[in-house]
Each structure stands twice: as structure tokens, then as C-alpha cells.
């Protein structure tokens, strides 16, 4: 079972940039496709970024396309979210999670299995 923990969140202001981690505790997280989701109050969990097994430049929601960058290190069992020129409407709990080696709908939280419990990211204007 794949155990993931972010950390990197925080408060910046409009403009900034952060870089979230998530660290997984499983052997097998290499073999994992990996993403992360945020969920603002009264809101859905949206889809910000997915990236396969093997790495690459991974897939970006269009609402964070240009600001954002998904990044895989297996030697690490970590990825990271680089994110560029925050707005206000990034402020989010920022979720990362871990899924099968391949996944058909790589947007939709229920392909995922594995989910860490959350980091804040506030930006103020």
C-alpha cells in the first residue's frame, strides 16, 4: 500500500511561486501513475496535473498551462508541482495521488487509489 505525504504548501502572495512535494513509502511508486488534484471550499476536486510511470513532461490542466510543471523523480519516490505566477483562484488544498501503471481517464479522481491528506496553498492579492 502506497502511503504519499505533501508538503510545500503555504502563503504567498499573487505573482509567487511554490513547489509541492509528495513523498511515497511504497517500493512500488515507480510503477505508479501520479497527479495532483486540488479542492477549493464548496468546490469539486479538480484535476491539475498527471504525469506516467516512466516521467516525461506529464499533462497540465489548461487553467494551469504555462504556470505549472509536474515532475517525477523515482529514485526519490517523490513528485513535485512547480507552480509559477500564482493567482488567487490557485488557493487550494492540494492533493496528491497515486494510481495504476496506466490509466485510461488520468483527470478523474476515481482512477486514483491512493491519496495523501492535503496541502494548503493560499494566494493573497
Known amino acids: 500500500q502506497v502511503q504519499l505525504v505533501e508538503s510545500g504548501g503555504g502563503s504567498v502572495q499573487a505573482g509567487a511561486s511554490l513547489r509541492l512535494s509528495c513523498a511515497g513509502s511504497?517500493?512500488?511508486?515507480?510503477?505508479?501513475?501520479m497527479a495532483w488534484f486540488r479542492q477549493a471550499p464548496t468546490k469539486e476536486r479538480d484535476f491539475v496535473a498527471a504525469?506516467?510511470?516512466?516521467?516525461?513532461?506529464?499533462d497540465v490542466a489548461d487553467s494551469v498551462k504555462g504556470r505549472f510543471t509536474i515532475s517525477r523523480d523515482n529514485a526519490k519516490n517523490t513528485v513535485y508541482l512547480q507552480m509559477n505566477s500564482l493567482k488567487p483562484e490557485d488557493s487550494a488544498v492540494y492533493y496528491c495521488?497515486?494510481?495504476?501503471?496506466?490509466?485510461?481517464?488520468?483527470?478523474?479522481?476515481?482512477?486514483?487509489?491512493?491519496w495523501g491528506q492535503g496541502t494548503q496553498v493560499t494566494v493573497s492579492v
Open positions: 495521488a497515486a494510481g495504476p501503471r496506466r490509466i485510461a481517464r488520468f483527470t478523474q479522481p476515481d482512477e486514483y487509489n491512493y
Open positions: 511504497d517500493r512500488t511508486f515507480s510503477t505508479n501513475s
Open positions: 504525469i506516467i510511470w516512466t516521467g516525461g513532461s506529464g
